[in-house]
């Protein structure tokens, strides 16, 4: 970007906040649910009752711990949970348990690219685990706290100072993002406030060294509003300099309507929060076979599994984007290319499931989401998860082996369209029929389905003959047109053909007839 003087260049770190897919919180048994009622969700842990005792997630910590792993942090085997003591009304405990001297992870780095084919290493200074906070819900002049968030796990992900312009700092969210979403660490709701960063940024003339004062802009929960926050900001530290005044260490909030940075308080240090070791909750101790197995258990990430598709199969960055875009999705495009052997063009497989496989599942979820929106609106008070929230989790999952029961009926499909049996409109059907079967636990074949819809193409010469002859005699006047030069027509002609055959035959042997009969003439 264009700063309003570019002989200063900008010095940004990111603290990332994830939220866990745990079923229960941190340090409870609470459930870890978004969009329930408020204060429905909570505990004598959660609210800080006298006597009432943390105890650790294990699942949190392994998901902690497959993050960590997943962008090169080193995992200490010996950890500490302290006390960050700070008071606002959505803590009820006054402190908020999270670790400070001794996380879970450590010195770490993540590769991102900056265009130009050229990529830079960002260093990740920890990543460790803590509670979240509650919510304050403000309306009108009245301010209202939602406890239900209180104590749900999250890891916190920091970066060294090691990115120099909004576009860089984005880009490191996305990657990261992409990372946390695929491992299924967490669902990077940004909106619902599942991955949210706070920037740290500072401004200096380029060659200096040493680093400015730093202002943090809070919770800014999308990559736009990241870019535009930063934007801003740069300018304003820059602009404030120019002027002669200096810049005041801070935190701020980004006003999405005005798009400014506006002042929230000061900014805190370490030593404001008077961290020490939380009394109520043992070291936190990994053993090298623990730490090993999670290793084990993270596979191809999907930087490298796009880069693959692109080498090995020739596709195009935004399909191999796509496919990576969810496990489930990329893990059915490996299994299909391999038990595929060659038969079906590679990129055939791809664009079938991007075009066709994840929009059909897309179009049932949309479909599932307005049934329970229906049922809701008939049950006001139902105490439950919002009806937008409500998702058909086998689809939205794109787990293909468990909706179709068997991956070879994709593959038998797109064969069947390619032998030129069924067309793709067909096509299309046979795997709505297939989504419908699994769902409603019928088995039938491909060529079942074909045969119980009538869906097979008329794809012999002599019939298709038939059907163009009898289109040529019913339409003379177009006939007569065309032959007069009007080639457009041919058009007119190859749809009447296919509406007589009821979509049905074979269009590319429609267009070879139809062309040889018309050159007779």
């Given at each position: 970007?264009?700063y309003i003087?570019?002989?200063?260049?900008?010095?940004?770190?990111?603290?990332?906040?994830?939220?866990?897919?745990?079923?229960?919180?941190?340090?409870?048994?609470?459930?870890?649910?978004?969009?329930?009622?408020?204060?429905?969700?909570?505990?004598?842990?959660?609210?800080?009752?006298?006597?009432?005792?943390?105890?650790?997630?294990?699942?949190?910590?392994?998901?902690?711990?497959?993050a960590?792993?997943?962008?090169?942090?080193?995992?200490?085997?010996?950890?500490?949970?302290?006390?960050?003591n700070?008071?606002?009304?959505?803590?009820?405990?006054?402190?908020?348990?999270?670790?400070?001297?001794?996380p879970?992870?450590?010195?770490?780095y993540?590769?991102?690219?900056?265009?130009?084919?050229?990529?830079?290493?960002?260093?990740?200074?920890?990543?460790?685990?803590?509670?979240?906070?509650g919510?304050?819900?403000h309306?009108?002049?009245?301010?209202?706290?939602?406890?239900?968030?209180?104590?749900?796990?999250?890891?916190?992900?920091?970066?060294?100072?090691?990115?120099?312009?909004?576009?860089?700092?984005?880009?490191?969210?996305?990657?990261?993002?992409?990372?946390?979403?695929?491992?299924?660490?967490?669902?990077?709701?940004?909106?619902?406030?599942?991955?949210?960063?706070?920037?740290?940024?500072?401004?200096?003339?380029?060659g200096?060294?040493?680093?400015?004062?730093?202002?943090?802009?809070k919770?800014?929960?999308?990559?736009k509003?990241v870019?535009?926050?930063?934007?801003?900001?740069?300018?304003r530290?820059?602009e404030?300099?120019?002027?002669?005044?200096?810049?005041?260490?801070?935190?701020?909030?980004?006003?999405?309507?005005?798009?400014?940075?506006?002042?929230?308080?000061?900014?805190?240090?370490a030593?404001?929060?008077?961290?020490?070791?939380?009394?109520?909750?043992?070291?936190?101790?990994?053993?090298?076979?623990?730490?090993?197995?999670?290793?084990?258990?993270?596979?191809?990430?999907?930087?490298?599994?796009?880069?693959?598709?692109?080498?090995?199969y020739?596709?195009?960055?935004?399909?191999?984007?796509?496919?990576t875009?969810?496990?489930?999705?990329?893990?059915?495009?490996?299994?299909?290319v391999?038990?595929?052997?060659?038969?079906?063009?590679?990129?055939?497989?791809a664009?079938?499931?991007?075009?066709?496989?994840?929009?059909?599942l897309?179009?049932?979820?949309?479909?599932?989401?307005?049934?329970?929106?229906?049922?809701?609106a008939?049950?006001?008070?139902?105490?439950?998860?919002?009806?937008?929230?409500?998702?058909?989790?086998?689809?939205?999952?794109?787990?293909?082996e468990?909706?179709?029961?068997d991956?070879?009926?994709?593959?038998?499909?797109?064969?069947?369209?390619?032998?030129?049996?069924?067309?793709?409109?067909?096509?299309?059907?046979?795997?709505?029929?297939?989504?419908?079967?699994?769902?409603?636990?019928?088995?039938?074949?491909?060529?079942?389905?074909?045969?119980?819809?009538?869906?097979?193409?008329?794809?012999?010469?002599?019939?298709?003959?038939?059907?163009?002859?009898?289109?040529?005699?019913?339409?003379?006047?177009?006939?007569?047109?065309?032959?007069?030069?009007?080639?457009?027509?041919?058009?007119?002609?190859?749809?009447?053909?296919?509406?007589?055959?009821?979509?049905?035959?074979?269009?590319?042997?429609?267009?070879?007839?139809?062309?040889?009969?018309?050159?007779?003439?």
């Amino acid at each position: 970007m264009e700063y309003i003087d570019n002989s200063f260049e900008a010095v940004i770190g990111l603290e990332v906040h994830t939220q866990l897919l745990t079923n229960t919180k941190m340090f409870c048994s609470c459930p870890n649910v978004f969009g329930r009622e408020p204060n429905s969700l909570v505990c004598p842990v959660c609210l800080a009752l006298p006597g009432s005792l943390p105890v650790i997630n294990f699942n949190a910590v392994k998901l902690a711990v497959k993050a960590a792993l997943a962008i090169n942090l080193h995992i200490n085997q010996r950890s500490l949970f302290a006390r960050k003591n700070y008071f606002y009304p959505d803590l009820p405990k006054g402190y908020q348990i999270s670790q400070f001297q001794d996380p879970v992870s450590s010195n770490g780095y993540l590769m991102i690219d900056i265009g130009g084919g050229m990529e830079k290493k960002i260093r990740i200074n920890r990543l460790h685990i803590e509670e979240d906070a509650g919510k304050l819900i403000h309306t009108g002049s009245n301010s209202f706290v939602d406890l239900n968030r209180a104590g749900t796990p999250l890891a916190e992900i920091v970066s060294e100072p090691d990115l120099s312009s909004p576009a860089e700092a984005v880009a490191y969210l996305k990657d990261l993002r992409d990372i946390i979403v695929y491992l299924d660490i967490s669902d990077g709701n940004m909106e619902e406030g599942s991955f949210r960063c706070d920037a740290n940024v500072s401004v200096r003339k380029k060659g200096d060294t040493e680093l400015g004062t730093r202002t943090e802009v809070k919770n800014v929960n999308s990559f736009k509003f990241v870019e535009k926050a930063l934007e801003y900001e740069i300018n304003r530290q820059i602009e404030l300099i120019l002027g002669g005044g200096k810049v005041i260490q801070e935190t701020l909030l980004f006003n999405s309507k005005t798009g400014k940075t506006e002042s929230m308080r000061g900014k805190e240090e370490a030593h404001d929060y008077r961290y020490f070791e939380e009394p109520d909750l043992p070291p936190l101790i990994l053993t090298d076979e623990f730490i090993q197995e999670i290793k084990d258990s993270i596979g191809e990430l999907p930087k490298a599994k796009r880069q693959r598709y692109i080498n090995d199969y020739a596709l195009s960055e935004y399909d191999a984007e796509v496919l990576t875009q969810y496990k489930d999705v990329a893990n059915d495009f490996d299994e299909l290319v391999k038990i595929n052997n060659g038969k079906i063009d590679i990129k055939k497989i791809a664009n079938w499931i991007i075009n066709e496989w994840m929009l059909e599942l897309k179009k049932r979820c949309a479909a599932d989401n307005n049934e329970h929106a229906q049922e809701r609106a008939a049950q006001p008070d139902e105490n439950s998860i919002p009806a937008e929230k409500i998702i058909n989790e086998d689809l939205i999952n794109f787990k293909m082996e468990e909706i179709i029961k068997d991956r070879k009926c994709f593959l038998d499909m797109i064969m069947q369209v390619e032998d030129g049996k069924i067309n793709r409109n067909g096509g299309r059907l046979v795997l709505y029929q297939l989504v419908e079967n699994g769902k409603n636990g019928n088995i039938q074949t491909v060529e079942e389905i074909i045969l119980s819809l009538n869906l097979a193409q008329v794809s012999d010469d002599k019939g298709i003959e038939d059907i163009i002859k009898q289109v040529l005699e019913e339409n003379q006047k177009e006939l007569s047109d065309y032959l007069g030069g009007k080639e457009k027509l041919f058009g007119f002609f190859v749809g009447a053909a296919m509406k007589k055959a009821k979509g049905k035959a074979n269009p590319q042997k429609v267009n070879e007839i139809l062309k040889k009969q018309l050159e007779k003439l």
